[in-house]
């Protein structure tokens, strides 16, 4: 799948982050040790103490990344499907420094995030296997519980178990406030076609 990601600010940054070329921010200086960076120094600093002393920066952008997945079914080969689906876009995904936030709907939200020393491709597989079909959705609330990270999110990627008008909605309101989106349906019949603008967008899996 292609889907446009840029880095995007998240307030305080991901501490164990060690990816070069990150954006960063000034937050102090320190007392120089052997292999820091030269340009690093702060020469203020070590003019006013007599001592090299160098700035400390903190890691503040990063490509983040939301998989929202849909549990409203029954027991069902399509179910299997879709959480065969959500584990391979989560090991896609954790072979990059990407931070992935997933939301797991039921009858209470689920957000577990990943990537980036959070926790692991295994945990992943962990919080799937535990999944088990619901018989209702509230997908009012689930966008309630996404609105929080918006802002801080590069791209969402759905793993529906069927496609309406309130999943249309979702994906409607997610692209006017500029946010990339794919979606993956696992339906054995769906109850509403896919609009032709939303095509490229929303793959259906029979």
Same mark, same amino acid.
């Given at each position: 799948?292609?889907?446009?990601?840029?880095?995007?600010?998240?307030?305080?940054?991901?501490?164990?982050?060690?990816?070069?070329?990150?954006?960063?921010?000034?937050?102090?200086?320190?007392?120089?040790?052997?292999?820091?960076?030269?340009?690093?120094?702060?020469?203020?600093?070590?003019?006013?103490?007599?001592?090299?002393?160098?700035?400390?920066?903190?890691?503040? /952008?990063?490509? !983040?990344?939301?998989? #929202?997945? =849909?549990?409203? +079914? $029954?027991?069902?080969?399509?179910?299997?499907?879709?959480?065969?689906?959500?584990?391979?876009?989560?090991? /896609?995904?954790? !072979?990059?420094?990407? #931070?992935? =936030?997933?939301? +797991? $709907?039921?009858?209470?939200?689920?957000?577990?995030?990943?990537?980036?020393?959070?926790?692991?491709?295994?945990?992943?597989?962990?919080?799937?296997?535990?999944?088990?079909?619901?018989?209702?959705?509230?997908?009012?609330?689930?966008?309630?519980?996404?609105?929080?990270?918006?802002?801080?999110?590069?791209?969402?990627?759905?793993?529906?178990?069927?496609?309406?008008?309130?999943?249309?909605?979702?994906?409607?309101?997610?692209?006017?406030?500029?946010?990339?989106?794919?979606?993956?349906?696992?339906?054995?019949?769906?109850?509403?076609?896919?609009?032709?603008?939303?095509?490229?967008?929303?793959?259906?899996?029979?």
């Amino acid at each position: 799948f292609e889907i446009s990601l840029g880095r995007k600010f998240q307030p305080g940054g991901i501490a164990l982050s060690s990816n070069v070329g990150d954006s960063t921010e000034f937050i102090g200086t320190r007392d120089y040790v052997s292999g820091d960076n030269p340009r690093h120094i702060h020469w203020k600093s070590w003019a006013r103490t007599g001592n090299p002393v160098v700035k400390e920066f903190q890691e503040e /952008y990063f490509v !983040r990344l939301a998989m #929202i997945l =849909d549990t409203q +079914a $029954t027991k069902s080969k399509s179910f299997e499907e879709a959480l065969s689906m959500a584990a391979s876009i989560a090991d /896609y995904l954790s !072979r990059y420094d990407y #931070i992935i =936030d997933i939301f +797991a $709907t039921g009858n209470q939200i689920h957000h577990f995030q990943a990537g980036r020393a959070l926790a692991h491709f295994d945990n992943i597989l962990e919080l799937l296997a535990c999944i088990e079909p619901a018989k209702n959705v509230d997908f009012r609330e689930l966008f309630a519980s996404l609105s929080i990270h918006l802002a801080n999110l590069s791209a969402i990627f759905f793993i529906f178990l069927d496609w309406d008008e309130q999943r249309e909605q979702i994906i409607r309101e997610l692209l006017e406030n500029g946010i990339g989106v794919k979606a993956f349906v696992f339906s054995e019949k769906t109850t509403k076609a896919i609009p032709v603008e939303l095509s490229e967008i929303v793959k259906i899996n029979l």
